[in-house]
């Protein structure tokens, strides 16, 4: 794959798995939509290890507190997980 299919697929993901979380449980006065969500993530690193698994870290604007936004995987599995970090 291109590195723009992965990143679509990885902001896709994050969309997914967390903008449920966002508007349920962080929502301030308002939901979000997912092309806020994603206006609001920024890359901040991207981990790939010789094992072929990865990690994209991303700083999001205060959308979770002062935590960031990990979406992680495995090059032969694919997208894994999407997690809050501190």
Not at 21 to 34: C, F, H, M, V, Y
Not at 61 to 70: A, E, P, R, T
Not at 71 to 83: N, R
């Amino acid at each position: 794959l291109k590195m723009p299919d992965w990143n679509k697929r990885v902001l896709e993901y994050a969309v997914a798995e967390l903008l449920p979380l966002k508007n349920d449980s962080w929502a301030d006065e308002r939901e979000i939509s997912a092309v806020e969500f994603v206006s609001r993530l920024r890359l901040g690193s991207l981990s790939v290890c010789q094992t072929g698994s990865f990690e994209f870290r991303f700083d999001c604007n205060n959308m979770f507190g002062d935590h960031g936004v990990n979406v992680y995987g495995d090059l032969d599995e694919g997208l894994q997980g999407a997690t809050i970090s501190g």
